[in-house]
């Protein structure tokens, strides 16, 4: 390992990351890519220790997160012991009116019972035993049986009016609300859960066993109870079994490599089982990461409140737009968690992740990373394509447009940089046939700029080789270069940036680098790009817009799209572009998604803020926004119909004398006029969250979001508490 946490066993260009072993590459045994040596081939269960070694630890923890219900739920819930909520909230009584009402119910109840004992209303109530009971009953010699059946008959009657009593007072919601039950309910120990049935435990991989591997369920069974499994080996042997049963691998070369390394099995190529640290909650089961608590406010709605509020891939394929002044929590709370799950999903095989931020941005150590891309670091190991990997010069000069000029084009969605890509295709084309390989950054300025010298080599050199249409390509570069308006020298201009001394390692394309490329997202790769923000601004958005546009263009043209890809952008500030915007907007089908923070929609241009909050389906708004901000938030999440209340308090005027005698005493004794309430309940529509709220209403430390899956579910707008809360859940 280099210093910077970075792996010199990996190539990164042609095949940068290599698959998993085992079931991640079909043909090769699991375990024989494994970076750490295998274990010695020991009996299903048998732990490996060397002599005078310490116990191994118990994994009871393990197996009891594993077995923890984790039920189905709204999107975004944290369903890691989830309890479910009704949809709506229940009608709950105010303390003082339900026992107020409860004690009421109990004395008319008493009154009547008393009446009906001392006579007052009758003995209409003794016919029923009359009629249905014969006369030696009641009259026999028996004095213990008349007084059974007469008070056994008295009884019947008391209890069916304290039944009738005791539904008018409520007395079934008083007693859970301060009986006994509530008394206990808080002190007492969470019940120990029942372990489930062997056919439905998931520590006993039932699924395997279904299957028929018996060898290799009873393997890992007996390290999870050993404790020698984690949370990311269960992902991972989960992921590797997927592909078996999807038919990619074979079941042999599966049960072999499990029965052989056990947890250890189908290793990630790091060799690492783990991130070095972690920061958040994660549960790898259903590849959540929690960020914080549901407020348990009015405006949230009624199941949401309380609970955990978690993002997964199922919610990151749609995209995610965060927006909130600097400070706001926007990489601690959002961006850091996100990145670590990720990256413990690349570890089990089901992601790889890209995350862009400025140096020294707090964005996790390198040690959790596989490259690190340090741009304009001397001591940077890893380079960064600027090309993308491809060897198609018009999806090249595609690539090149979008990252210097896209900011430049009409802010429009239907807009695009045709113009720049058609210049920079004349000669990336020309020069790519001739030196096979596309050129350098100062050999493109040089191009660009119209040089006479390297223009005229590479005309001289087509002219050898015999290329008559790219000879054509260049004569037209050449006659719109004395054109005014010509694009080549904003185009020139702009690469300028990067043909500066800080960067002259970098963006090599002779080979002697070790470039990495946005092409290895079909392996589970852990990425991190760091920019050179401090005094290279203008240079950090090119290259911003630029590995937007490679992964874009690299995650929609995968062949196996069952890796989910992800790219965390951390400053997105001059990164919107028209064609960026059309390009979120195809990764839900690639089973791809994008996280983009910004500090203000400002940054955006005018025309592209509604289709950019269009195109992600999860939208953040964190505290500190400001208004105008907010009215795009707002309109974007739209109304919804609500119960308004109008209370209208009228003045009532006594006509006689007693009234109005009475209306001064109870004046005296309220020290109010009496009044006549008239409310009137009636639906309206409303913003969901208005533009002064979303400025003003929101806490610190507090964010609204809103959430789509991939399968087009909703969340409305919640209020969520990024503070590490516990919630119910």
Partial sequence: MDSDGTRDTRGTHAHPVPRPAGPQDAGRTPGEAAAVPPRPSLPPGTPNLPPGAPPMPDGSAFVSWLRAPRPEAAPGVWRFRYTPRPEEEPERIPARQLLSGALIAFLVGWLFWSLLWNGYLGGWWVVPLELFTPDSWRHSDDRVGNAFLWYGYYTLIALAIMLVVGRLGRWGEVWRRYGPRAWTRAAAAPAAERPPAPEQDPAQWPHLRAAGAHDAADRLAAEARAGLMGDVDQARIARAWQGVRSGRHSMASFSAAVVKDGAAACLHPSGERDLPARHARHDLVTGQVRLGTTADDPRNAYRYRGAGLALGPELLGTSLLAVGPAGSGKTGALVRPLAESLCLHALAGRASVVVVGAAGAGLGPADSYDVVV????????????????????????????????????????????????????????????????????????????????????????????????????????????????????????????????????????????????????????????????????????????????????????????????????????????????????????????????????????????????????????????????????????????????????????????????????????????????????????????????????????????????????????????????????
């Fill in 374 to 729: 340090r741009i304009a670091h001397p001591e940077s190991v890893y380079d960064l394509d600027l090309y993308g990997g491809t060897t198609d010069p018009d999806e090249a000069a595609a690539i090149i447009a979008e990252a210097l000029v896209g900011d430049l084009a009409d802010p429009h969605p239907g807009s695009d940089s045709r113009r720049s890509t058609t210049v920079l295709a004349q000669l990336l084309g020309p020069f790519k046939a001739v030196h096979g390989r596309f050129p350098s950054v100062p050999e493109l300025r040089q191009l660009l700029d119209g040089a006479p010298g390297p223009v005229a080599a590479l005309r001289k050199a087509l002219t050898a080789t015999g290329h008559a249409s790219l000879l054509r390509e260049l004569d037209a570069r050449e006659r719109q270069m004395g054109h005014p308006g010509d694009v080549g020298s904003v185009l020139a201009d702009r690469i300028a940036l990067l043909d500066r001394p800080a960067f002259a390692g970098f963006f090599d394309t002779s080979g002697q680098s070790r470039p990495f490329s946005l092409k290895a997202l079909d392996h589970p790769v852990r990425v991190r790009i760091d920019l050179p923000e401090r005094g290279h601004a203008d240079a950090s958005r090119i290259l911003a817009r630029l590995v937007l546009a490679q992964f874009t263009a690299s995650v929609t043209v995968r062949d196996d799209r069952s890796l989910f890809a992800c790219l965390l952008l951390d400053d997105a500030t001059g990164v919107v572009t028209p064609e960026a915007v059309r390009a979120v907007q195809r990764l839900r089908s690639a089973n791809a998604g994008v996280a983009l923070t910004l500090r203000t929609l400002d940054d955006v241009p005018r025309p592209l803020r509604g289709p950019l909050l269009g195109a992600t389906g999860c939208r953040m708004a964190f505290a500190g926004l400001t208004p105008w901000d907010g009215q795009d938030f707002a309109e974007v999440w739209g109304k919804e119909w609500t119960e308004a209340r109008d209370v209208t308090d009228r003045q009532i005027i006594a006509e006689t004398p007693a009234g109005k005698a009475l209306h001064v005493v109870r004046q005296v004794i309220t020290g109010k006029a009496p009044t006549a309430r008239a409310v009137t309940v009636r639906q309206v529509e409303r913003e969901r969250w208005s533009a002064s709220e979303l400025a003003h209403g929101v806490p610190a430390g507090h964010a609204v979001l809103s959430l789509t899956t991939v399968k087009g579910e909703h969340a409305p707008p919640l209020l969520v508490d990024l503070r590490g809360g516990t919630g119910r859940a």
